[in-house]
Each structure stands twice: as C-alpha cells, then as structure tokens.
C-alpha cells in the first residue's frame, strides 16, 4: 500500500475513535444521570412508605390484623 492510502485509512480510524470515544463519554454521562435519578426515585419510595405506615398507624389501619378475603 501507498503511503497516501496508509495516511487516509489511519485518519478515517481517528475521526472514527473520536466518534467512539464521544459516544462512550455521552453513555457515561447518562448513566451517571440516570443512577443519580434512581437513588432519589428510591429514596422518595422509601419516604412515601414510611409516610403511609405512619398514616396507617394513626388511623388504627393494621393490614395484619384484617380477616382474609372471602376466597380463601
């Protein structure tokens, strides 16, 4: 192979590494995002149920102490 064919194929693996690596540093980014969303999705979870436990409890509502349905 000519020089100029070596030249041209090694700059199209460059503009295509940089296409490559801009891609993986998007990913990183979202999935950094979207793990900070996660943990504040399962911690708004975790207070909604603490909340309702509460509610439940001062209305006297225990779920345990319920009769079973009529199907059983």
Do not use: C, K, W
Request: a negative charge.
């Amino acid at each position: 192979m000519s020089d100029d064919v070596l030249q041209q194929r090694l700059n199209e693996l460059e503009v295509r590494l940089t296409f490559i690596d801009d891609t993986v540093n998007a990913l990183a980014s979202a999935d950094a995002e979207q793990s900070v969303r996660i943990a504040a999705l399962e911690r708004a979870i975790r207070d909604l149920r603490n909340e309702l436990s509460t509610v439940r409890l001062s209305q006297g509502h225990d779920p345990h102490s319920e009769p079973p349905p009529p199907h059983y």
